[in-house]
């Protein structure tokens, strides 16, 4: 991998981590576009903990405000601790998606090597993002997210283990669909994204560990910068986005990018 990849690739995996048109996807599709080697895992790794930390350093405030809620909650035996539902709704929606990449990792695997499939699921997320537009109320701000909600939404990140269904999308989508208003969605999504991200990073090192890295440092290191820099962007510019925009925009880009890569193949 050249630098030049490596910066690209970088960027890629920051903007479509968090905006709704699929991180997985893409690098499945785009490599396969471009005539690209598969990435390896030690890379693939390294813009995940890029795309983590530009999560840590955005919600630093938020990280700590819900940690210190679930510690009091948890001296307290109750949830009527301000900003402890939200804390507890994290921990539960993280379930579902760790139970499916541990359970169903092999299945899951085998779609990074199906452009078409890929292609197919961006589809899905396009269909996603219009019905919640559709039928969400918007209605309820972030203090109101419960553990039911937790769940729910968690399960629509299970799905997007699947390359070509965004997680940034389903995460949102569900939690419209529950009530939620678009910039409370959005942030929640962010939220919940950083135990999964965190999580499938560590396994990652442990495979990388046992392994050898093909990449030179230097590349690996411009990889986590760009990842980490266009991920920050990203969910700046998302929040700021949805305040006073649908989410159509992107779901006719999934729509758009899922049937070109189908008519190509």
Known sequence: MTPFQALFLG?????????PVSSSGHLVIVPWLLGWDQASLTFDTMVHWGTLLAVVIYFR??????IRAAWKSLRQRSLDVPHARVAWAIAVGSIPAALAGLLLQDTFEALFHAPRK???????TALLLVVSELIGRR?????????VDGLLIGVGQALAITPGI??????????LTRGLRREAATRFSFLLGLPIIFGAGLVQIKDVVAGSTPEPTGVLMVGFFAAAISGYAAIHYLLQFVRHHSLYVFAVYCALVGGGVLLLT
Do not use: K, M, N
Not at 61 to 66: C, P, T, V
Not at 167 to 173: D, E, L, V, Y
């Open 11 to 19: 960027i890629l995996q920051g903007l479509t981590e968090f905006l």
């Open 166 to 175: 965004s997680r940034s999308g389903s995460t949102i989508a569900t939690a």
């Open 61 to 66: 405030q938020d990280i700590l405000l819900y």
């Open 118 to 124: 890929a292609a197919g699921f961006l589809l899905v």
């Open 139 to 147: 209605s309820r701000p972030l203090e109101d997210v419960g553990l």
